[in-house]
C-alpha cells in the first residue's frame, strides 16, 4: 500500500501520453453491472468482438490514442487512459460495473489496475491475462478471482485436438 502511490506515479506518466481530461463516453453514466475491458490489442480485440456479438454491454480502457479513436470508430464505448488511474477506472462506471477483464500484457501493471479497482469496487469480478505461472500468483494475491496464463491455454486446446481425430489438412 505504501508503495501504491510510487509504482502510479511512474506507471501513468510512462504510458499516457497526452493530457485530455478524461471523460465517461456519452449516454454510459447509467450503466450497471457492465463489463469494463482494459486493452484493444490482440486478446481484447477477441474479447470486444465476442462481447458485441452476444449483445453484453462494455466499456473498454484504452491508452493509446490511435487505437482508442479506431475502437470509438468502430462503435465501441471507449474511454481513452491509463486504466492504473482511477479517474480512468471511474469514467468507465468501475464502481457499478459486475466484472473487469484486464487484457493486457504487462502482469505488474494488470496488478497495479486491480488494486486501483477494488478501491472503487471492492466486490467486482475480476480475470487478467498472464505470461508465467509467477504472475498468475501476482495477479491473484492482488486480488483477480482468475488469471489466464496464454501458454497454458494453448497447451490445453493443443491436447483437446488431440483427443478428436486429427484432421490431415487445415
Ligand atoms: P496486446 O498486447 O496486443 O493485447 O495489446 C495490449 C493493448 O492494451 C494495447 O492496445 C495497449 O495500448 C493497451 N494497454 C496496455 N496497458 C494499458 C493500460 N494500463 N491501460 C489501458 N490500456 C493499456
Known sequence: ILANPFIFNWLVPRRQEQTDPIEPPADTGDRMDHIVLVGYGRVGKLIAQDLLARKRPFILIEDQTDTASAAKGEGL??????????EALKAAGV????????????????GAV???ARAINPDIAIVARAHSDAEVD??????A??????????ASRMLSLCAVPLKRHA
Not at 464502481?95 to 494488470?110: C, N, Q, S, T, V
Open 145 to 154: 478471482g482468475d488469471a489466464v496464463m496464454g501458454a497454458r491455454e494453448i
Open 95 to 110: 464502481d457499478r460495473a459486475a466484472k473487469l477483464l484486464i487484457a493486457i500484457p504487462e502482469g505488474f501493471e494488470g
Open 114 to 116: 486491480i488494486e486501483a
Open 138 to 143: 501476482y495477479l491473484q494475491a492482488r486480488g
Open 77 to 86: 464505448d471507449v474511454v481513452r487512459g491509463n486504466a492504473v488511474d482511477p
